[in-house]
């Protein structure tokens, strides 16, 4: 299971850090991801990592201000936003799956979703 933290309300510019904690042993091999849903919207890829963290992929819009990183001690996946902006707001999931993907179509395992807005 994928339990993502809860999302905000943040002003544009400022910062939000958006946690994914996994539980079992069945992830620390898995490649995770955050992506978004805006309304009305598809979901969307925002970003991956490997399940070693030595390789991480972005959406070419957040690649500059998001951070991924994860913990496999812990189990846990972050995503540090920062500069956000009112184009960012959207509910955010964590996933999971065995290899690195940005198709949301491709993910077996999914986090209940977390709303992050930001206001301009």
């Known amino acids: 299971q994928l339990q993502a933290s809860r999302g905000g309300l943040v002003q544009a510019g400022g910062s939000l850090r958006l946690s994914c904690q996994a539980s079992g042993n069945t992830f620390s091999t898995y490649a995770m991801a955050w992506f978004r849903q805006a309304p009305g919207m598809e979901r969307q890829f925002v970003a991956a990592i490997t399940w070693s963290g030595g390789s991480t992929s972005y959406l070419d819009s957040v690649k500059d201000r998001f951070t991924i990183s994860r913990d496999s001690a812990k189990n846990t996946m972050d995503l540090q936003m920062d500069s956000l902006e009112p184009e960012d707001t959207a509910v955010y999931f964590c996933?999971?799956?065995?290899?690195?993907?940005?198709?949301?179509?491709?993910?077996?395992?999914w986090g209940q979703g977390t709303k992050v807005t930001v206001s301009s």
């Open positions: 996933a999971a799956r065995r290899s690195f993907y940005r198709d949301f179509r491709k993910y077996d395992y």
